[in-house]
């Protein structure tokens, strides 16, 4: 994955406006639960990419330190020869002045070739370490974001569960109101007091019967003492008034 493409990934995820796609999606917690993979797939494939250009980097940095310090050494070779090379002729040893003037400038040819690779690399060292801190902070960007999603799918579960209970206890009471239980009394109350009324009917009527047999029997014992008095009538004795 070139370093261009991860950093147009990045910007384009970076971008999402989560709460708009929560809008949109017939079913939020499935569209966040696939944002989710989304993104963690998406930051392991950034995350090795971005390890990737980082190497890079420091091998370019490595290759410049060793070209800074190669460079170095040369001068200091070149340095040591031209002394030589001074001393020599100081003594009269031209010939061997010149071979170690000789080696000097080698020397320095090395150090300017070792010299050159290192200015050379200098841009794209700068460049690419512009472009790994950018790379750097969309990773912190979309960690931060990822952790945006999951709490959001979480708040969404936990909301979706409490409205769920919510709607079973609703749901219950509509039950509750459709089966109205204080009716059902109210029709055993009536069932009661008709039986109760019964009862009562009955011992109505066995109180009333019960009258209906003592007054017999008062008719009774008045029809015995008409039957008395008409006897004694009939045998002279005439009939006798009730006193007090």
């Known amino acids: ?35 989710v993979r989304d993104f ?6 950034a995350e090795s990419a971005v390890a990737q250009t980082i190497g890079n980097l420091r091998l370019m ?9 190669t460079a170095a050494d040369w001068g200091r ?20 002045a010149d071979k170690f003037d000789n080696l000097a400038k080698i020397a ?12 050379q690399a200098e841009p794209t060292i700068a460049s690419q370490t512009i472009t790994v801190d950018a790379l750097k902070k969309g990773l912190d960007g979309m960690h931060a974001k990822l952790s945006q999603l999951t709490s959001k799918r979480d708040e969404l ?15 219950a009471i509509k039950s509750i109101d459709l089966m109205d239980p204080t ?44 039957d008395a008095r008409l006897a004694a009538l009939k045998s002279g004795g005439g009939t006798q008034a009730i006193t007090s």
């Open 157 to 171: 579960v936990a909301r979706s569960k409490t409205a769920d209970a919510q709607g079973q206890v609703l749901d």
């Open 77 to 96: 070779k070149a340095l040591a020869a031209s002394s030589k090379a001074d001393q020599l002729r100081a003594e009269g040893n031209a010939s061997d």
């Open 61 to 69: 940095e490595q290759d410049h330190a060793e070209d800074i310090d």
């Open 183 to 226: 009716s059902e009394l109210g029709r055993f109350e009536d069932k009661i007091r008709r039986e109760e009324a019964k009862v009562a009917g009955q011992q109505e009527l066995a109180a009333s019967s019960l009258d209906a047999q003592f007054e017999s029997l008062d008719d009774l014992s008045e029809q015995a003492e008409v």
């Open 1 to 35: 994955m070139a370093k261009q493409t991860i950093l147009g990934r990045i910007t384009q995820l970076l971008k999402a406006n989560i709460n708009s796609l929560i809008d949109q999606a017939e079913d939020p917690q499935l569209m966040l639960d696939q944002l």
């Open 40 to 45: 963690t797939n998406s930051i392991a494939e």
């Open 108 to 119: 320095i040819g090395k150090q300017v070739s070792a010299e050159n690779e290192a200015r």
